[in-house]
């Protein structure tokens, strides 16, 4: 019986855009579809499961677009270990680095069904960080834990 081969998925590196890495296993299309990746006109890739030295496996993310117009705070809030590459000429350039937003604001919704903002339409789903260790979210109006699991 021949020798399974293990094989490698090549992405090819991009000219300009930005490469979100790091970012935990299973987590790569929530990211995808939270950040608007999908309303694109331009490639996006998406990795899911890459062999990790650093974390065993993880996802990865490569869009050829700028940066600039997206909420950096999306990727912090759902994977705050997440790493960015800024890629212009085919050349990393910047990696921005990813502090917890103190509060994020209609990113995520609370579960609590008696909460206000669930029940007041209109009203903004706002969240302040109250640890910043565990990266822990409450909804500012009835102090509902978000769950980042």
Not at 35 to 39: E, P, S, T, V, Y
């Given at each position: 019986m021949a020798e399974r081969q293990k094989y490698k998925l090549n992405v090819g590196k991009i000219d300009e855009g930005f490469v979100i890495d790091h970012i935990?296993?299973?987590r790569g299309m929530m990211l995808y579809n939270d950040?608007?990746?999908?309303?694109l006109d331009c490639s996006v890739a998406i990795i899911q499961n890459a062999s990790s030295n650093k974390m065993g496996k993880k996802d990865i993310i490569k869009v050829e677009t700028s940066i600039d117009n997206f909420n950096?705070?999306?990727i912090s809030l759902l994977d705050h270990n997440a790493t960015i590459d800024v890629i212009k000429d085919g050349e990393i350039i910047a990696k921005p680095t990813l502090p917890l937003p103190r509060e994020v604001k209609n990113i995520i919704k609370?579960?609590?069904?008696r909460c206000i903002s669930s029940i007041e339409q209109g009203l903004d789903q706002i969240f302040v960080l109250t640890d910043a260790k565990s990266a822990t979210y409450r909804c500012k109006y009835c102090e509902t834990e978000y769950d980042n699991k």
């Open positions: 935990r296993p299973g950040m608007g990746l999908n309303k950096l705070d999306i609370c579960k609590n069904p």
